[in-house]
């Protein structure tokens, strides 16, 4: 095991992570797909929903997807993809897999890594149709492509407490 010692100071508390091995933690390729495929069901809820719900109780009418729906659903989407990944290291998927996104020395990720890594590394990821994914599946790091630009890693593991 990998003896990386680093400490990180944040508004509320330091955070001192020992004996950090990003390889041995390493999230599952097939886990993350799952935890992708978790991530879009949700996100889908809220229109799916709508529809099914004013389908059932409506009017008759042909069932539509009002504005406000859809203002609500990218309000939850940046939640999910970007304020829950800054202060919790996971996204709804990774809460329900078991998933958590550090820094490469175990630390939490900041603002500046997190925009890296789901605002650019994404954008990259999907101009390549996916590629920059795949390549969490035939590295032995286990990163993806948006993890590589940020300097993180998904790890599949709980902290412990000393």
Same mark, same amino acid.
């Given at each position: 095991?990998?003896?990386?010692?680093?400490?990180?100071?944040?508004?509320? *508390?330091?955070?001192? =992570?020992?004996?950090?091995?990003?390889?041995? /933690? !390493?999230?599952? @390729?097939?886990? #993350?797909?799952?935890?992708?495929?978790?991530?879009?069901?949700? /996100? /889908?809820?809220?229109?799916?929903?709508?529809?099914?719900?004013?389908?059932?109780?409506?009017?008759?009418?042909?069932?539509? =997807?009002?504005?406000?729906?859809?203002?609500?659903?990218?309000? @939850?989407?940046?939640?999910? @993809?970007?304020?829950?990944? /800054?202060? #919790?290291? !996971?996204? &709804? #998927?990774?809460?329900?897999?078991?998933?958590?996104?550090?820094?490469?020395?175990?630390? #939490? =990720?900041?603002?500046?890594?997190?925009? $890296? *890594?789901? &605002?650019?590394?994404?954008?990259?990821?999907?101009?390549?149709?996916?590629?920059?994914?795949?390549?969490?599946?035939?590295?032995?790091?286990? $990163?993806?492509?948006?993890?590589?630009?940020?300097?993180? &890693? =998904?790890?599949?593991?709980?902290?412990? !407490?000393?």
């Amino acid at each position: 095991m990998a003896s990386t010692a680093s400490s990180v100071s944040s508004s509320y *508390r330091s955070e001192k =992570v020992v004996d950090f091995a990003p390889t041995e /933690l !390493q999230a599952p @390729f097939f886990l #993350r797909c799952a935890a992708i495929f978790i991530d879009y069901m949700v /996100l /889908l809820a809220i229109p799916v929903g709508w529809l099914l719900i004013e389908t059932l109780l409506g009017d008759g009418t042909k069932a539509t =997807v009002s504005r406000t729906v859809w203002f609500i659903g990218i309000i @939850f989407w940046l939640v999910n @993809f970007l304020l829950l990944p /800054l202060f #919790r290291g !996971q996204s &709804i #998927r990774k809460m329900l897999t078991g998933l958590t996104i550090v820094n490469l020395d175990g630390t #939490r =990720v900041g603002i500046g890594g997190i925009i $890296r *890594r789901n &605002i650019f590394g994404y954008i990259i990821t999907v101009a390549t149709l996916g590629l920059g994914l795949l390549f969490a599946g035939v590295n032995t790091s286990g $990163r993806a492509l948006h993890d590589i630009i940020a300097g993180t &890693i =998904v790890v599949h593991g709980r902290k412990k !407490q000393l």
